[in-house]
């Protein structure tokens, strides 16, 4: 039976990631290896019930070989639920490349998408009851 899902994300620069993540999006860093070094190899960061890694280049493609010469980014997006879409987009249009414009969705849902520092992409989502038939 699976448990969880944390996503572990391939970057070029870990402190480069720490400082996307808690700067604009208020992540905590919760664990660094090497911890007080200049430039880590791994860390966790944490917002809300959210969890993400991050991996630095090499050090993944040691750990497995087959992402060896594989691009950073993603033909994925890292779909997060949040309470308040429109608060989160004024806060970060100004600061971000958005790639997805705020938008209402068929399946009940306000939703936009940016890019981060590595070329990944964040969807970010606040879902609403089913209308009510009447």
């Known amino acids: 039976m699976m448990n ?10 870990i402190s480069q990631s720490i400082a996307f993540y808690t700067q604009i999006l208020n992540f905590t860093v919760m664990f660094v290896v090497p911890p007080d070094h200049p430039e880590p190899v791994f860390t966790i960061l944490r917002c809300g019930n959210i969890d993400l890694m991050f991996q630095q280049r090499e050090s993944f493609e040691e750990e ?5 010469g594989k691009g950073i980014g993603g033909t994925f997006s890292i779909y997060i639920k949040v309470d308040d879409i429109q608060t989160l987009y004024d806060t970060l249009k100004g600061s971000v490349t958005i790639v997805t414009d705020i938008h209402e969705t068929f399946y009940h849902s306000t939703e936009f998408s940016i890019i981060d520092n590595s070329g990944y992409i964040l969807s970010f989502a606040e879902h609403r009851e089913d209308p009510v038939p009447s």
Do not use: Y
Request: a neutral charge.
């Open 4 to 13: 969880s899902q944390t996503p572990v994300l391939m970057v070029e620069s």
């Open 64 to 68: 497995i070989p087959f992402l060896k």
